[in-house]
């Protein structure tokens, strides 16, 4: 005779799913974090062999002023920053993209390799502190300035110590920034070297970036007067040279967003100056530039290799070339191109097909692009199926069900999301990306709450309208446990659609940082939502039959 199988017993599973979905979202969310904080290049152990130098330098000295976190709608306000504006005026001009993740240390590393986020091997979310720098992998302008013979010097924050620490840089002057910022001592320990035989100089000024993140942000006075500062020491600097042999590039690594912070792929935190004035230019405003195109055309002033690892192209209608050097430079851009798509794509097992004759950058990015593509595609095939097929069943299950109790749960769940999006965005003016959070901690605190005083509205909503207090404890406690799984259900979306896009962790290559910003911020709510809705179907239960006494006791009377 054969046994009859016992029905799943869905509540006690439910319930039992619950803390083991806050300890997976628990170390899925860190998993994350660490995935992207030790991020490494496909190329980070066989980076791209450097070619040969294009010839001798187009101008006597190249001085590269980095100021930090300077937005572009600040850098074109006369107002504050005269000195820049006049600069701009009388030299060569372009509005600068970048790419995220918009911390320092990636814009730094683009800056001066000419590689994206993706390839250049900079630590994508910043050194977690000074002993922790990643020295350059890739080829950078210190390093082919080195190799060319040319004298370099670097007056900035400690981290470009630790970044250029195998690049042969010369000279340098460096500042921990623990006491604030003292962009006065960069400049004088700088000012120099502009009087010297150095023919690569960087000076790093950092206060318009502590204004940012210390002082208000953007649209604080503090961060006008930060800028204006910035604005009386580039004077000085651009007083120190000679326009006539001479080159100046002023730019920025990032820009801030209105309440201050950076990292996320929030627009104005990936849009940024570049001016260049001085020997060799050719001035006039420029249209859009990228912030990997700045490497490769320093080098062609230089005469230097172009930086092998370089994904932008040298911008040889800013600068007054002769013709040996323009033909050099197509050169050396065909061969920079095959060399470096041909070993990313030996890095990530990926073909790649290269067009015969001369090769452009617009050519060879296509081409790694493809490349990339091809790999990626790959992997998101099982990846979109999986992700669909579990975003659809539990929909599917409970439209076959008809089930009525759903609707006071969507209900409940739709409350959820107004009141955890409109302290989000309408309250605080949080934006889907990394910039507006200022730690772990400080992220953790603000999800649990929001997350909490969301739930509670929620399961209000669904309890109410589902009368649940008036049945048993155990269906007041199964309504709660619906009502939680209802929420974490439509919080799984976002995260599908991130696991699909950038898979379960960063791994081989940078993620769509958007995406994986939101599958991120479901996974935090996943945590907080299990651990108080375990407590929730309990506080159900109880008060069912709290209620069940009174009325009984009622009835009595």
């Known amino acids: 005779m054969r046994r009859s199988r016992r029905p799943v017993n869905w509540f006690l599973l439910g319930l039992l799913l619950l803390p083991l979905t806050a300890v997976g979202a628990y170390f899925w969310a860190t998993g994350v974090l660490a995935s992207v904080e030790n991020y490494r290049s496909p190329l980070a152990g066989n980076p791209p062999t450097p070619g040969q130098p294009l010839g001798a330098p187009l101008t006597r000295r190249v001085v590269l002023v980095l100021m930090d976190a300077?937005?572009?709608?600040?850098?074109?306000?006369?107002?504050?920053?005269?000195?820049?504006?006049?600069?701009?005026?009388r030299g060569a001009s372009a509005v600068m993209h970048s790419r995220p993740p918009s911390f320092s240390a990636p814009g730094w590393t683009t800056l001066l390799t000419g590689a994206w986020p993706d390839l250049n091997d900079s630590q994508p979310m910043n050194p977690p502190d000074e002993t922790h720098v990643r020295p350059f992998t890739q080829d950078n302008l210190f390093a082919a300035a080195d190799r060319a013979g040319l004298r370099t010097a670097v007056s900035g924050y400690t981290w470009f110590e630790g970044m250029l620490a195998t690049s042969g840089v010369d000279a340098g002057f460096y500042t921990s920034g623990e006491e604030g910022v003292d962009d006065t001592a960069v400049v004088a320990a700088a000012l120099p070297w502009l009087e010297g035989d150095y023919q690569l100089v960087l000076i790093h000024l950092d206060q318009i970036d502590y204004a940012g993140h210390h002082e208000g942000g953007p649209q604080s006075p503090n961060w006008a007067?930060?800028?204006?500062?910035?604005?009386?020491?580039?004077?000085?600097?651009?007083?120190?040279?000679?326009p006539e042999r001479d080159t100046l590039i002023v730019v920025s690594d990032h820009g801030q967003i209105d309440q201050g912070g950076h990292g996320g792929a929030e627009p104005v935190t990936l849009v940024e100056p570049f001016v260049m004035v001085g020997a060799g230019v050719r001035p006039g405003e420029y249209g859009d530039i990228q912030m990997a195109d700045v490497?490769?055309?320093?080098?062609?002033?230089?005469?230097?290799?172009?930086?092998?690892?370089?994904?932008?192209?040298?911008?040889?209608?800013?600068?007054?070339?002769?013709?040996?050097?323009?033909?050099?430079?197509?050169?050396?851009?065909?061969?920079?191109?095959?060399?470096?798509?041909?070993a990313y794509g030996e890095a990530i097992g990926a073909p790649v097909v290269l067009p015969e004759g001369p090769l452009t950058v617009e050519q060879g990015q296509a081409a790694l692009a493809r490349a990339r593509l091809t790999r990626l595609g790959q992997e998101r095939v099982w990846r979109n199926v999986l992700a669909v097929f579990l975003a659809v069943l539990p929909g599917y299950l409970l439209i076959l069900r008809r089930e009525k109790k759903a609707l006071w749960m969507l209900a409940g769940a739709a409350v959820y999301f107004a009141v955890f999006f409109g302290r989000y965005l309408l309250l605080d003016h949080n934006t889907f990306g990394l910039s507006w959070i200022t730690g772990v901690t400080d992220f953790a605190l603000y999800i649990a709450v929001t997350s909490t005083l969301a739930l509670l509205a929620g399961w209000l909503t669904a309890m109410s309208g589902?009368?649940?207090?008036?049945?048993?404890?155990?269906?007041?406690?199964?309504?709660?446990?619906?009502?939680?799984?209802?929420?974490?259900?439509?919080?799984?979306?976002?995260?599908?659609?991130?696991?699909?896009?950038?898979?379960?962790?960063?791994?081989?290559?940078?993620?769509?940082?958007?995406?994986?910003?939101?599958?991120?911020?479901?996974?935090?709510?996943?945590?907080?939502?299990?651990?108080?809705?375990?407590?929730?179907?309990?506080?159900?239960?109880l008060t069912a039959k709290i209620v069940k006494t009174q009325r009984t006791q009622r009835d009595a009377k």
């Open 70 to 89: 300077l937005r572009y709608d600040t850098s074109t306000d006369a107002a504050v920053m005269p000195a820049l504006n006049e600069l701009r005026a």
């Open 225 to 242: 007067a930060a800028a204006s500062r910035a604005d009386a020491l580039l004077a000085q600097i651009a007083a120190a040279l000679d």
């Open 295 to 342: 490497a490769p055309t320093l080098a062609a002033l230089l005469g230097t290799n172009l930086p092998a690892s370089a994904q932008g192209r040298p911008l040889t209608e800013l600068l007054v070339l002769p013709p040996e050097r323009e033909a050099a430079l197509r050169q050396a851009v065909s061969e920079q191109q095959r060399t470096l798509v041909r």
């Open 466 to 541: 589902l009368r649940a207090w008036r049945g048993t404890r155990r269906q007041a406690a199964g309504s709660a446990l619906g009502f939680v799984w209802f929420v974490l259900y439509l919080l799984a979306l976002p995260i599908l659609l991130s696991f699909a896009v950038n898979g379960a962790t960063v791994t081989w290559t940078l993620p769509e940082f958007t995406v994986l910003y939101l599958g991120f911020l479901s996974i935090a709510q996943w945590l907080f939502v299990a651990v108080l809705g375990l407590a929730l179907v309990g506080v159900s239960a």
